[in-house]
């Protein structure tokens, strides 16, 4: 069990660094996208209209990866009072509670986000032309690796292993656990 920990805690690594990176990246270009209406619009006198749509569409991708990797790093809400305050076989429960709830979170999100994108996927959106269906793939992208983590979390605890870290001493770069 803790080979697979390892093994999972490694890959949890690099698809939270990749997630980070595509979220900023992500924030970044909606930064660009709305910047560019603005000009459009009182520079220009003429409004891209596909702006908001391709804003919004980036929004849910960015919050969603952004939110899984906060599940990684624990940077997520809890209630820490409660845990420091509590008895140690208490607290292990309440952890084990915890973190299989935002587990069982993420896997509702990766099936109902998925059963959405495949019901929607013949519709278009009629400002950027796209399949209805890629709006709720970040819902089921971001369960996925909700419940990943949150499983890697849990099996952390569990064996006692560390976490590997995300490596940003050399951008892409791995550490070993």
Request: aromatic share 12%.
């Amino acid at each position: 069990m803790h080979a697979f920990t390892a093994s999972l805690t490694r890959l949890g690594a690099k698809l939270s660094l990749y997630a980070l990176f595509t979220a900023g990246t992500g924030l970044v270009l909606m930064t660009i996208m709305v910047a560019w209406g603005v000009f459009g619009r009182y520079v220009l006198n003429d409004t891209p209209i596909w702006v908001e749509a391709g804003s919004l569409f980036l929004m849910s991708w960015f919050i969603l990866l952004g939110a899984a990797v906060g599940v990684r790093e624990s940077d997520h809400l809890g209630f820490e009072v409660g845990l420091v305050m509590s008895p140690p076989p208490l607290r292990t429960a309440l952890i084990l509670i915890g973190e299989g709830l935002v587990c069982a979170f993420g896997l509702a999100m990766l099936v109902y986000g998925t059963q959405l994108a495949i019901g929607t996927w013949s519709d278009r959106m009629p400002i950027i032309g796209i399949s209805r269906g890629w709006d709720y793939v970040p819902i089921a992208a971001g369960g996925a690796l909700i419940a990943l983590f949150a499983l890697e979390k849990m099996l952390i605890f569990v064996t006692g292993l560390t976490q590997a870290p995300l490596g940003f001493g050399h951008f892409g770069s791995e550490q070993e656990v």
